[in-house]
């Protein structure tokens, strides 16, 4: 059984004159849905399993946008392509998952789109900082902060090296003996 193409819908009051996202997204296996109006938008939003909402528009036409993407029923991610000025920081006020600030790089909206319809919690590429796993093998996973609490605050004052006991580390500092461990 093969899964439906997930649907974009791609909220374009006016035809874009460069190269046009809704050919390279059905080129990239995907179903597009194309809304001129807010009318059509919520009408789309409505009959159609949307997974995502991609806005070519001005500023003016996605607070129109926005307003009918709030007012709907389920939450989708929402991409934004817009060179205007104010984009960036009108963004953060509309609430959209994402900003694009070059219209005529389709290959970066592409990207960007699959990225937000790509399955969670599948990683394909890991990135270079993130650690492959959480501990070590053979090591105890210890939740923070359960350990048993500290007898007093005067053994702390009689041992300088209490302050560095963790209940939850394995880590602990050993007085230097002058001999090789």
Do not use: Q
Request: glycine share 6%; with cysteine.
């Amino acid at each position: 059984m093969v899964a439906d193409p997930p649907v974009v819908l791609l909220f374009a009051p006016s035809l874009r004159t460069g190269a046009d996202y809704e050919s390279a997204l059905r080129a990239r296996g995907h179903e597009v849905l194309r809304a001129a109006s807010t009318r059509s938008l919520e009408r789309w939003l409505r009959d159609a399993k949307v997974a995502l909402v991609l806005l070519d528009c001005v500023t003016t036409d996605t607070e129109r946008a926005i307003r009918v993407l709030n007012s709907a029923a389920g939450s989708v991610p929402r991409v934004w392509v817009s060179s205007a000025p104010d984009a960036p920081a009108r963004s953060g006020h509309f609430g959209v998952t994402a900003l694009l600030i070059d219209p005529d790089d389709v290959v970066a909206v592409i990207a960007s789109v699959e990225r937000f319809l790509a399955p969670r919690g599948r990683v394909e590429h890991p990135h270079p900082f993130l650690g492959d796993g959480t501990n070590p093998p053979g090591a105890r996973p210890r939740p923070r902060g359960t350990g048993p609490v500290p007898e007093s605050s005067a053994r702390s004052e009689r041992d300088p090296s209490a302050s560095w006991d963790d209940p939850t580390s394995d880590w602990k500092l050993r007085a230097r003996t002058g001999v090789d461990d």
